[in-house]
């Protein structure tokens, strides 16, 4: 992966019955199957956070090719986090 490449990691739409709340489809970058995007996923789309969208088997795929020199996580949204703490 590139050196400023920020890649938000997905479920693919298929195959997957449990949806975080908020959530909407777009596509993979690489294999351009449905996936979904958590509220804090699309939050780092609009801020620029993120360049890429790619589903998890795009991701293993990469990442055995070419493993990544760091990893992050996206800060959650209050919404993500107040479902955490029941208190949706
Ligand atoms: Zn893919």
């Not at 949806?19 to 777009?26: F, H, L, R, W």
Request: glycine share 8%; charged share 20%.
């Amino acid at each position: 992966m590139t050196e400023n490449e920020s890649v938000l990691v997905c479920m693919r739409v298929d195959g997957f019955c449990v949806v975080y709340p908020g959530s909407v489809k777009d596509r993979c970058n690489v294999c351009h199957a449905e996936v979904w995007v958590a509220p804090s996923g699309q939050a780092g789309i609009a801020t620029g956070q993120v360049t890429k969208t790619m589903c998890i088997p795009c991701v293993v795929i990469r990442v055995r090719e070419d493993p990544p020199q760091s990893v992050g996580l996206l800060p959650k949204t209050a919404q993500e986090v107040r479902q955490w703490l029941g208190r949706n």
